[in-house]
Every structure is written in structure tokens, then in C-alpha cells.
């Protein structure tokens, strides 16, 4: 009997998943149609499936879809493509893309991460004692306000990768600006995130959090000194010795032992997969774009999709009251505000038109699974609690979606002697109808 209720929960784990790829592909394409990026269609997938709109329905369909023994499987899947995505994310971002106008991506990185980091923590004083008990504990405050901080201040740049490949303006010094500014802040904001991390892990004990920080660094030195040499002599013997067909494999391994390490030391696993990109050798790329990341991103594509709906489980937007409404407005306002005033201004500063510079700030308030992946670390850790990770959700969801309508009318094509800051090509091809997996 038990081993017919375990074959059960399988099968039902299989079904969920080619239920979830099939809605995720629908409403997918519906995003398409109105010129929105794909994460748009996938959130809203995940939402749909969950109690907001699927478990309104009589029958509690919800649960029995998605029913509690099948969910842990569902987790465990979502977070393998959610490792691997991790990884090429930290493999695109490639320090030699940041060259060129250096000025100009500092001050944009600086100001898209400062301002809204800034708001992000007063409006944390202004909403936390609505959400500082989460599962029966107290949240300190200054990991909350901190996480906040964070959460207002990311940009997710395969988002605007495929925005700006959509409007044909991927070479304009606007588009370059703006995804070489996400990729220089997004890396700072990972690494804040880490910290904070680190002080939720250690229950705000002075000790505890010294010792996370302590591996950490040694964790960073392991990886810099040790693992990139290894990895560079690795793949080149592979390469040289006919192994280049186990290399994905080896490769994705690696990435998943990292993960595990960063376990091991207290801070989320994301960060072990994005610091194995990062170390990742990104040469001879000709080679390794077809064995290495074009696999990868197509297992990515597949199990990306689940982590969508695991999201979307735990997003109720029937649990707001009338006070969780006054939140969502409040917080979709600081990050509105913080992203666009805090890159539009410098973006001013280095010498852009005013239209071209709020196009600019318009850009780097897109958030897409970036900010998802934090807000559901910040549910795993439980600083946040259920009502509030609704409300961020439907704030990424947002920012996200409203890049789209208004870039045609801020940024025109540059004249052809205002020399770009060099593009980041090959993050473009996360969401193209013919690469493996779609810009988050």
C-alpha cells in the first residue's frame, strides 16, 4: 500500500510538471503578444496555479493538483534549475564587458543600488510591525530592514537583455549602459545579500555571524586561488583529451558542489552556483557555448518553469487585507522611485539627454526571477513572512512589466558618433524563441 502511494505522489509530481510547462508555454506566448518578457507570462503562470486564482475555484483545486507529499519533489526539481540558471547567470557576467565608459557604469551601478537601498530601509520602519512575527518568531529588525534594502535595490539584466534585443535597441548607448550598470550591481547586490544572509543564519548572534563571514571569505579565497585554476586546466584538458562530451556534466557537478558548500557555511545555496559561474572559464567560448551553456540553459528552461509554480503556492493574494493594499502601494512606490531617480540622475550626469537617462532608470527597475530568487530566500530564512512575500511579488511583477510600454517613447537610436559602453551579447541569447532558456 505505501509503495502504491509513493508510485502515486510520483505520478502526480510528473503530471504537475507537464501541467506547469503547458500553462507556463500559454501564458508565455500571451506576454509575448503583448510585448512583454516571458518572465511576465511565467509569473503570472505560476500565480494562476496557486490559491489567488486556481484555488478560488470549488473543489480546492490547489491542493489537489498540487497536493503536500508532491510539493518537497516539486521544491527539489525547481531548485535544480534554479542552481544551473544561477550559474550562467554568474558565467555571463563577464568583468571584461564592464570596460569602455567606466564613469558612466559606476555612478548608474551606484546610484540604482544607493537610492532605493536608502527607501528601501525607511519603508521597512514603516511596514514592519505589520510583518515582524514570521512562524511564531520575532524578525530583528535590522535583518529586515537590511533584506529590504536589498530587495528594492536589485535589477535582473537578462530581462533587459531581451527587452532591448525586442526593441532593436541592444546597441544603443542607452541599452549598453543600462545592462552593463545591472550586471556591475547585481553582482554588489548579491554579495550584500550574502551578508544579510548570514546575520538572519546566525539568529543575529555577534559569534555566529562571524564565523558565516569567516568561512565565507575563505570560501571566496578557495574558489579564487584553487577552483579557477583547476577549472581553467580542466577544461582545457577535456577539450584537448576528447572529454568535451562529459563536460556539461562535470561542469553542472561542480556547480552543484558549490552550492552545496555554501550549505554547508550558512548562506543560500544561489550563491555557490553564481560563484562557480564567476570562476567559470569563459574561453575558448566558441567550444564552450555548445557543450557547456547551451545544455545547461536547456536543462535550466525545463525545471525553471517549476520554480514558478513552487512560487506561486506561496503567493496568496486573497490573504491581503485592507492595510497589506496601503504596503503594496508604499513599496511599489519606493521601488519605482529608488530605481528610477537613483539611475536616471547620474545617468544625466554622464552626459545623456534627459529622455534618454530616464530610459535609462526606466530600464534598471526591472527585477524578473532576480528579485523572485530573493524574496523567496527571504521566505525560506523566514524574514519574510506570507502576506509580505505576496506583496513583493506582485511589486516584481510590476517593475517588471512596465519597462516594456513606455521605451519606445524615451529612448531613440544615438548618433552614430556617441561611442556605446560594450555590450554584453551573449546574455541577449537567454530568451530568444531558439535559445535554450528564456531572460528572467
Not at 501564458?27 to 503570472?44: K, S, Y
Not at 552593463?180 to 544572509?197: K, P, R, Y
Not at 555590450?423 to 535559445?435: C, G, I, Q, V, Y
Request: contains cysteine; charged residues 10%; aromatic residues 8%.
Amino acid at each position: 500500500m505505501t509503495s502504491h502511494h509513493g508510485d502515486m505522489v510520483q505520478a502526480t509530481v510528473l503530471a504537475d510538471i507537464a501541467l506547469v510547462l503547458v500553462v507556463g508555454v500559454v501564458l508565455l506566448r500571451a506576454a509575448r503578444f503583448v510585448r512583454q518578457p516571458a518572465v511576465v507570462g511565467e509569473i503570472l503562470a505560476g500565480i494562476a496555479l496557486g490559491p489567488s486564482l486556481l484555488g478560488l475555484l470549488p473543489g480546492d483545486l490547489t491542493d489537489r493538483i498540487f497536493p503536500v507529499e508532491a510539493r518537497p519533489f516539486l521544491s527539489a526539481i525547481s531548485q535544480i534549475g534554479l542552481l544551473l540558471f544561477m550559474f550562467v547567470l554568474g558565467w555571463e557576467l563577464d568583468p571584461r564587458h564592464l570596460r569602455g565608459s567606466k564613469r558612466a557604469v559606476a555612478a548608474v551601478s551606484a546610484g540604482s543600488i544607493i537610492v532605493p537601498f536608502a527607501l528601501g530601509i525607511a519603508a521597512a520602519a514603516a511596514v514592519y510591525q505589520q510583518h515582524a512575527t514570521v512562524a511564531g518568531k520575532q524578525v530583528d529588525f535590522w535583518v529586515f530592514a537590511l533584506y529590504l534594502g536589498i530587495a528594492m535595490s536589485v535589477t535582473a539584466f537578462p530581462v533587459l537583455a531581451r527587452i532591448l534585443a525586442d526593441g532593436g535597441l541592444g546597441s544603443t548607448r542607452v541599452g549598453t549602459l543600462a545592462l552593463a550598470s545591472a550586471a556591475l550591481g547585481d553582482v554588489i547586490a548579491w554579495c550584500l545579500l550574502a551578508i544579510v544572509m548570514g546575520l538572519a543564519a546566525a539568529g543575529g548572534g555577534a559569534g555566529g555571524f562571524a564565523a558565516i563571514i569567516g568561512w565565507s571569505v575563505a570560501y571566496v579565497i578557495v574558489m579564487g586561488v584553487l577552483v579557477r585554476p583547476l577549472l581553467g586546466k580542466l577544461t582545457a584538458q577535456l577539450l584537448r583529451r576528447g572529454g568535451a562530451a562529459q563536460l556539461a556534466s562535470v561542469i553542472a557537478a561542480g556547480a552543484l558542489l558549490s552550492s552545496y558548500a555554501t550549505s554547508l557555511i550558512g548562506i543560500h545555496p544561489i550563491f555557490g552556483a553564481f560563484a562557480f559561474g564567476i570562476v567559470m572559464p569563459r574561453q575558448p567560448w566558441r567550444e564552450l557555448e555548445p557543450l557547456v551553456q547551451r545544455p545547461l540553459q536547456g536543462v535550466a528552461r525545463l525545471l525553471l518553469p517549476v520554480y514558478f509554480i513552487v512560487t506561486g503556492l506561496s503567493v496568496n493574494v486573497g490573504d491581503l487585507h485592507g492595510r497589506d493594499w496601503l504596503d503594496l502601494a508604499l513599496l511599489l512606490t519606493v521601488a519605482c522611485v529608488g530605481k528610477v531617480v537613483g539611475a536616471t540622475f547620474p545617468a544625466k550626469w554622464t552626459g545623456l539627454p534627459w529622455r534618454d537617462a530616464l530610459g535609462v532608470g526606466i530600464l534598471m527597475n526591472t527585477r524578473g526571477l532576480t528579485e523572485l530568487i530573493i524574496l523567496n530566500v527571504g521566505l525560506s530564512l523566514k524574514v519574510l513572512d506570507g502576506r509580505l512575500f505576496t506583496v513583493m511579488v506582485l511589486v516584481a511583477l510590476f517593475t517588471t512589466a512596465i519597462a516594456g510600454p513606455f521605451l519606445p517613447f524615451l529612448v531613440k537610436k544615438p548618433q552614430a558618433d556617441i561611442a556605446p559602453v560594450p555590450a554584453m551579447p551573449r546574455t541577449e541569447h537567454l530568451e530568444s524563441d531558439n535559445a535554450p532558456v528564456p531572460s528572467r
